[in-house]
């Protein structure tokens, strides 16, 4: 079996002009949201096997704080270009592309491809997932490269804690 977490990155600033999309920072609501529902997962679940961060600041600054309240050492967090897209193909890719020996992971990605993918292979269609929310899917496969449909077992926002 193998489950996966997939989180949309926490609320980012447009506060700042002249910087690219992919370097844009976190808002204060974003990092306070951040540590809000990773604190909430951390209770509920195991710590992943893995960590998988798109490389835009806002997406690696949620990872890491992820990686904080779960103790996951941050030298060992995989960051991925591909997955700074606005498609679920490059998030298809990375998780069907996951090392088998890891049986969990948790992916932090944006928003378009995050949707289409839980909608895709989880059994909840979901039309939004907001920022900072996290979908949890357990697969009945030993290989990630196998996954088809999967059981979507935890859906946590932000919202609920407020």
């Known amino acids: 079996m193998k489950t996966l977490y997939i ?10 002009e002249g910087i690219n999309d992919i370097d844009r920072p976190l808002k204060k609501r974003g990092i306070n949201d951040a540590y809000l529902i990773s604190a909430v997962l951390q209770k509920k679940v195991a710590c992943p096997d893995v960590f998988v961060a ?27 270009k591909s997955l700074f897209s606005f498609s679920d193909g490059y998030l298809i890719k990375t998780v069907k592309a996951l090392d088998d020996s890891f049986d969990s992971a948790i992916i932090f990605s944006h928003d378009h491809g995050i949707s289409d993918f839980v909608n895709k292979f989880g059994d909840q269609i979901l039309s939004h997932v907001p920022t900072c ?10 290989h990630w ?11 946590e926002f932000p919202k609920n804690y407020k």
Do not use: D, Q
């Not at 929310?133 to 030993?142: A, D, L, M």
């Not at 088809?148 to 077992?153: A, I, M, N, P, Q």
């Open 7 to 16: 989180v949309r990155h926490a609320k980012s600033s447009w506060e700042y």
């Open 54 to 80: 798109s490389c835009a600041n806002r997406a690696l600054h949620t990872a890491m704080i992820f990686s904080y309240s779960f103790n996951y050492p941050l030298a060992n967090l995989k960051i991925s």
């Open 133 to 142: 929310g996290v979908i949890g899917i357990k697969f009945e496969n030993n």
């Open 145 to 155: 490269k196998n996954i088809k449909s999967g059981e979507t077992f935890l859906t």
